[in-house]
């Protein structure tokens, strides 16, 4: 059973920075895809992006933060980072990370088995 930790969330303001991380305990990451996602309060959880469980570590990204959001592993530390840049007020949201047995990535939920708890991001214009 893998156990996922978000963390790096709080308040910034409009093009700034932050760095959010997905840290594993109970399994190792690097063996799962892992998957970014965002839930704003009264919407549905959206995709944010994806990085396959390879080496080469394919990634995917949403169209809206496609640019500006990089995410990469550090196997090590059995952790995925998610590296926000320019960030807009639009982006204000908590952000969950979640790891897939399915290694090539999805950008759909239902793909994802286990999930961390969130951490809040909020961007103020």
């Known amino acids: 059973q893998v156990q996922l930790v978000e963390s790096g969330g709080g308040l910034v303001q409009a093009g700034g920075s932050l760095r959010l991380s997905c840290a594993a305990s109970?399994?190792?990451?690097?063996?799962?895809?892992v998957g970014w996602f965002r839930q704003a309060p009264g919407k549905a959880r959206e995709f944010v992006g994806t990085?396959?469980?390879?080496?080469?570590?394919?990634?995917n990204y949403a169209d809206s933060v496609k640019g500006r959001f990089t995410i990469s592993r550090d196997n090590s530390k059995n952790t995925v980072y998610l590296q926000m840049n320019s960030l807009k007020p639009e982006d204000t949201a908590v952000y969950y990370c979640a790891a897939s047995l399915y290694g090539g990535g999805s950008p759909r939920r239902e793909e994802y088995d286990y999930w961390g708890q969130g951490t809040q991001v909020t961007v103020s214009s």
């Open positions: 990085i396959s469980w390879s080496s080469g570590g394919t990634k």
């Open positions: 109970g399994g190792i990451l690097s063996r799962y895809a």
